[in-house]
């Protein structure tokens, strides 16, 4: 069964413009991750962010985590081309003996 | 590291037949896991492995699929029979600490049942 569900299923957007993904999950949860995977290709980490965390960077990305609405962000700024992919939230549940659980994705498509 | 690595990229085999898809992972990685992706049912989970042993095969779809892992370098997923539902990429994944690390996917593996 699906943990995350990520919001939309598919934006499109033009270089330069900032693109927002969103995911929403069920349980409680030790840590939210985010992946990209390019087509044809498998899934690269991108960012982790602790259930105790609220907000966190790597480079273009940010993501926020609201664990009172079981709810994670994921901010591209100043997108590229290069950044068309599928993005992936994935929640790492607290229940023990548990594997990262995979929302179906958000499809991004960034123009030039 | 060459990362984690599966083969074959493609198989396309006819209904009945036994598939084996082999994965090795990131030396060191103490954690496999095997993924189906499907257009349908996105991303599942299929049985993972920490230190060579299973410890939850809950996904494993019915007992026409199976999986091992002899030894810390290799792991294999074989369905017998195939059918043709069984298409989809199959991947693998290690990682070397859980649960606050994150995964390392291999390119997967397309099954084509015809």
């Known amino acids: 069964s699906q943990q995350g569900e990520e919001d939309p299923q598919a934006l499109s957007i033009q270089e330069g413009e900032n693109a927002t993904m969103n995911c929403s999950y069920k349980t409680s949860i030790n840590n939210l991750q985010w992946y990209r995977q390019n087509s044809g290709r498998g899934l690269v980490h991108l960012i982790l962010?602790?259930?105790?965390?609220r907000e966190k960077h790597s480079g273009r990305l940010r993501v926020t985590l609201d664990t009172s609405k079981k709810s994670s962000s994921l901010l591209i700024t100043a997108s590229r081309a290069a950044d068309t992919a599928s993005y992936f939230c994935a929640t790492d549940a607290s229940q023990a003996g548990t594997a990262l659980i995979f929302g179906k994705g958000t499809t991004l498509s960034v123009s030039s | 590291d060459a990362g984690v690595i599966q083969s074959p990229r493609h198989e396309v085999t006819e209904m009945g037949q036994e598939v084996t898809l082999r994965c090795k992972p990131i030396s060191g990685h103490d954690y496999l896991f095997w993924y189906r992706q499907t257009m349908m049912r996105g991303l599942e989970l299929l049985i993972y492995?920490?230190?060579?042993?299973?410890?939850?095969d809950s996904g494993m779809p019915e007992d026409r699929f199976s999986a091992k892992m002899p030894n810390a370098s290799f792991s294999t997923l074989k369905i017998q029979p195939s059918e043709p539902r069984d298409s989809a990429v199959y991947f693998c994944a290690s990682s070397l600490t859980r649960p606050y690390g994150g995964y390392t996917f291999g390119s997967g593996t397309r099954l084509t049942v015809v």
């Open positions: 962010i602790r259930s105790n965390e």
């Open positions: 492995f920490n230190n060579n042993v299973p410890i939850d």
